[in-house]
């Protein structure tokens, strides 16, 4: 059974750092895909970035230069380094990855960034 478990996040002022991890089980993690999204109230789920198998990264342009993904495949966990927040950052996010066309997520974490 493939399970995702996150950590961290929390209420951090704007201008200032978090970091979110994605503890993966249950997949051949060195060969998966894990992305980010974020869902703010009221809002869609919005994909924030990307990290392919070899570790290849894309981000939305809302994140670009301040949000970065890496993963550490000895540990089967992917981390979300979020940088210079803003408002507008706060919203649930989500680790996600595919496996055999069946969607897995994340519980989700709360970033709260204050103005």
């Known amino acids: 059974q493939v399970r995702l478990v996150q950590s961290g996040g929390g209420l951090v002022q704007s201008g200032g750092s978090l970091r979110l991890s994605c503890a993966t089980s249950?997949?051949?993690?060195?060969?998966?895909?894990v992305d980010w999204y974020r869902q703010a109230p009221g809002k869609e789920r919005d994909q924030v970035g990307v990290i392919a198998a070899e570790g290849t990264t894309t981000y939305a342009d809302s994140v670009k230069g301040r949000f970065t993904i890496s993963r550490d495949n000895a540990r089967t966990t992917t981390h979300l380094q979020m940088n210079d927040l803003k408002p507008e950052d706060t919203a649930v996010y989500f680790c996600?990855?595919?496996?055999?066309?069946?969607?897995?997520w994340g519980q989700g974490t709360q970033v709260t960034v204050s103005s």
């Open positions: 996600h990855l595919r496996k055999r066309g069946r969607d897995f």
């Open positions: 249950g997949a051949i993690f060195k060969f998966t895909t």
